[in-house]
């Protein structure tokens, strides 16, 4: 992180985001009440940002791991702040019938003030500035909490695996342009027999951006889950992917951009060539039909939708023969999810 960063980080946990896209649990307590499933979806996929001049581009597309994944949205926090929330999203309970939550679509109310003896994420000038991550980190960890705290069956879930992630972009005044991931992980404690707590930990904060001195200036990019992840933008820019290299010949805007982003340059890209470049490429690398969006936070302006997410039709009703805890799925399937958690590594 450069001498301007906001924050001094403690070392973020490098975790292997490997999750699928349905979690199914159930909740129990000791006198056996009939069960209550929680259904889970995940929100995954690619999520490329690009600081360029004056603006904050936010270009995203699904990742379709199992049925029911949700595609990565950017959701507005304020007028020139946007957060795309990755991993355990959707949670609705078929048996009740009904939502339990929604935290893309939660995210602007999930705030609060971090008062002045709350624990703080650095010190001195920077500490002040930086409370308003905090009071968007610590209300998010408190709602997964909640939601998490229904499961009571013991899930073998490595403590290093996130459960969820959080991407911010946003302006800060007297100081530009940040990106941030905050991260939450999932832990259980066994009470009783088999009765367990769920606890969610975090979040853990890295700021992305600005990046330290005498490193580059290009495109960021976030995928959930990390296993099998698609070949980052701009390592498909360094070994000049065809479907990218038939945008750039003979279009010398879209040339002079993509070499910008190649060195290191983006800041000096407008945001107008940013926008035909970055919109033409994941057109050009996303499976056809798969769901994308992209925004744009304006230095001046604010946030606006370049590509609007897809209508959604949302259902509560778990398809005949899902698994769950309480129907275990068949077969040797190695999926990994709530109910069947990837191996610890």
Known sequence: MSSTAR???????????????????VAQDDSNPPVNEVVVNQAAGR???AVVKHAILISTSENPIEEGTRPPI??????????IFLGADEWTSPSL?????????ELPQLR???????PSLGVGVA???ATDIEGIGKPLGQRLGDLAGEIHSNLNWPETDPVAELVLADYVADYGPEVWTLTYTLEQE??????????VDGPVYLQIWPPEKGQPHTLMEFDYPQKNAPTPLLDLLKQKDPRLEGLIQGDQTMADTANKFLIGDSM????????QFLRAAMDAITPPNLPQTMAIIREDSGFDWILRPPPESRKINRPPGAPSLANPPSGDSDAPSLAHPPRAR
């Open 112 to 118: 609060s003030a971090v008062g002045p003896e709350a």
């Open 74 to 83: 950017p959701t507005a926090m304020s007028s020139i702040r946007a957060g």
């Open 47 to 49: 999520v490329v940002i």
């Open 7 to 25: 924050l001094a980080i403690a070392p973020m946990i490098v975790a292997c985001l490997c999750v699928c896209a349905l979690l199914r649990v």
């Open 97 to 105: 019938q009904r939502d339990l939550g929604l935290l893309d679509q």
């Open 190 to 199: 066994q009470q009783q027999g088999d009765y367990w707590v769920t606890n």
């Open 268 to 275: 000096k890209i407008s945001a107008t060539d940013a926008t």
């Open 127 to 129: 500490n002040a500035e």
